[in-house]
């Protein structure tokens, strides 16, 4: 069975750092989509990072690209997303996403069987 488990959330000032980490469980193939999500109050959930294991192939969100990276650490099975030059407007619950298809429509929440609790980011001005 699949479990993600998001963590590394918490309260930070406009231009500040985080990293996000989600361990993840039960995951028996070594070529999967792996992703960040993010979803603000009243707000549909959006993809920040995406990436592939299998092809490498990684898609970033336009207004994060350049200062979220999104990577793996393969020893922990985790999955990583640094944070840097944060925004208010990143205010938001962050999910770790997977699915075990390469996805038709990468930035499409739809496409990923498998989600994380989610862990809240604060970013205040």
């Known amino acids: 069975q699949v479990q993600l488990v998001d963590s590394g959330g918490g309260l930070v000032e406009s231009v500040g750092s985080l990293m996000l980490t989600c361990a993840a469980s039960?995951?028996?193939?070594?070529?999967?989509?792996l992703g960040w999500f993010c979803q603000a109050p009243g707000k549909k959930r959006e993809a920040v990072a995406v990436?592939?294991?299998?092809?490498?192939?990684?898609y970033y969100s336009d207004s994060e690209k350049g200062r979220f990276t999104i990577s793996r650490d393969n020893t922990k099975n985790t999955l990583l997303l640094q944070m840097n030059d944060l925004k208010p407007e990143n205010t938001a619950v962050y999910y770790c996403?997977?699915?075990?298809?390469?996805?038709?429509?990468?930035?499409?929440?739809?496409?990923?069987?498998?989600w994380g609790q989610g862990t809240q980011v604060t970013v205040s001005s």
């Open positions: 996403a997977m699915d075990p298809h390469y996805p038709t429509d990468w930035y499409s929440a739809n496409e990923y069987r498998y």
């Open positions: 039960g995951v028996l193939s070594i070529s999967v989509s």
């Open positions: 990436v592939h294991t299998g092809t490498r192939d990684t």
